[in-house]
Structures are given as structure tokens and as C-alpha cells.
């Protein structure tokens, strides 16, 4: 059962333009949000996270929103770059064993 | 650097040849993971190590096990693998702190490509 849900496969914008990645999760007990980025033949780097006490975090270029009450989460990239061109991960984390539930990943693609 | 590495990057077995995937670590991690990903799919946790603590998920076929001798390596063995079993395996570590919330971040290594011929 997928508890955690990026139903965008993909993504194409371009470069100096806005990114938008939506997660939507179905568990009301995970307090914590990640976002992964992986790069071919690279694991997954983490890239930006937020508790379920805030409604947004930024840093840099990147900003996570979250939605408690839609149980929906987006990473915003703002402006792209041609080096974003990867796969994001949304995971969802809820227990004191730091276990992370995943989504499928959203690839995303930078043009010049 | 502080890291995670995994050996070998891939991995060619055989049908029912048992096969041992390696991870080592020198960020002193207290959480050792490993994930199974299939293509276009989401990591999936197949167990993790709190400290020398084992704990499997409850949908990992008993064809997996893992070791963990020590706080820097852990093993996955996987005694007889089918085709099915073809996937890129994940390794992660992470300094889980009760209550830690957001800060339970894991850090991945680059993964080892597993396929069963």
C-alpha cells in the first residue's frame, strides 16, 4: 500500500523558469517531510526537509510547502537551472526509528 | 570525506546462487537501512539495523537476511535469488534521534545493480 504518492513521472521546464513538484501522502501520522534528489548512478542526496509544524521551509533556490489538512506537500525550484535535471524523491517519515516511507520519483528535466 | 559506500556497483548472479551485497559507512551512524528499488518505483525498506537491533519489515521475503558485524558494515544476503529479485539495492545510514523528527535524515550510498541471470 503506497503511502506516499508523486503522481508526476515527469517534468519538463525551462531553465530560469519555476519548477513545481506535488507528494501527496495518505498517512496522517508522519510528522516529517523529505525531498531526495538522485543524479544517474548517484543514491539519493537529501535536499530540503519540514516537520509537520510548519506550513513551509526555504532554502535557497528551494522551498517545501505543506498542506496538513490536504495531506499534500510540494517542492518549488525557483529559478531552474540546467543541474536540477534529476529525480526528486518525496518521503514521508513518522516513527522514532527514522524509518521513510518513498514516492516513485518525479524526473524532471531543465532546458535551455 | 564522511560517506556510504556500497560494493559491488553491480552485481551478476545466478538463479538460486546465494549473493552478498556489502555497505560500509563512516559517518558513525547508529541506523543502518537497506531498500530495494525496482525501475520507476519507490525505494522500498527491506530492514534496518538500530544499533545491533534487527528489524525486518513485515512483507520481506525470508530469502533476505542481513548482518550487521559492526557499526560501520552491514550485509545483505540474499540466499536464493530469483528473477524478481533483479533491482537496484539501496544502502542508507542515519543518526536517528528519538523524537528527532526532521532531523532523522539518511544518507544513501550509490547503490548496487543486481541481476539475476
Known amino acids: 500500500d503506497q503511502q506516499v504518492k508523486q503522481n508526476s513521472p515527469s517534468l519538463s521546464v525551462q531553465e530560469g523558469r519555476i519548477s513545481i513538484l506535488n507528494c501527496d501522502y495518505t498517512?496522517?501520522?508522519?510528522?516529517?517531510f523529505l525531498w531526495y534528489k538522485k543524479y544517474p548512478a548517484e543514491g539519493p542526496t537529501f535536499l530540503i526537509s519540514i516537520s509537520s509544524i510548519k506550513d513551509k521551509n526555504e532554502d535557497g533556490r528551494f522551498t517545501v510547502f505543506l498542506n496538513k489538512s490536504a495531506k499534500h506537500l510540494s517542492l518549488h525550484i525557483v529559478p531552474s537551472q540546467p543541474g536540477d535535471s534529476a529525480v526528486y524523491f518525496c518521503a514521508a517519515g513518522g516513527d522514532s526509528w527514522g524509518k521513510l516511507q518513498f514516492g516513485a520519483g518525479t524526473q524532471v528535466v531543465v532546458t535551455p | 570525506d564522511a560517506m556510504v559506500i556500497q560494493n559491488p556497483r553491480y552485481q551478476v548472479t545466478q538463479f538460486g546462487k546465494p549473493v552478498t551485497l556489502s555497505c560500509s559507512q563512516t559517518?558513525?551512524?547508529?541506523?543502518m537501512y537497506w531498500y530495494q528499488q525496482k525501475s520507476s518505483q519507490a525505494p522500498k525498506l527491506l530492514f534496518h539495523y538500530y544499533d545491533k537491533d534487527f528489524n525486518n519489515e513485515a512483507d520481506t521475503p525470508d530469502n533476505f537476511q542481513s548482518r550487521r558485524p559492526n557499526t560501520s558494515f552491514c550485509f545483505l544476503d540474499i540466499r536464493s535469488p530469483g528473477l524478481g529479485d533483479a533491482a537496484m539495492y539501496l544502502c542508507?545510514?542515519?543518526?536517528?534521534?528519538?523524537?528527532?523528527?526532521?532531523?532523522?535524515?539518511?544518507?544513501f550510498g550509490a547503490g548496487t545493480r543486481l541481476s539475476v541471470l
Open positions: 498517512n496522517s501520522m508522519f510528522d516529517y
Open positions: 559517518l558513525n551512524h547508529n541506523v
Open positions: 542508507a545510514t542515519s543518526r536517528a534521534v528519538q523524537g528527532g523528527g526532521a532531523k532523522n535524515i539518511q544518507y
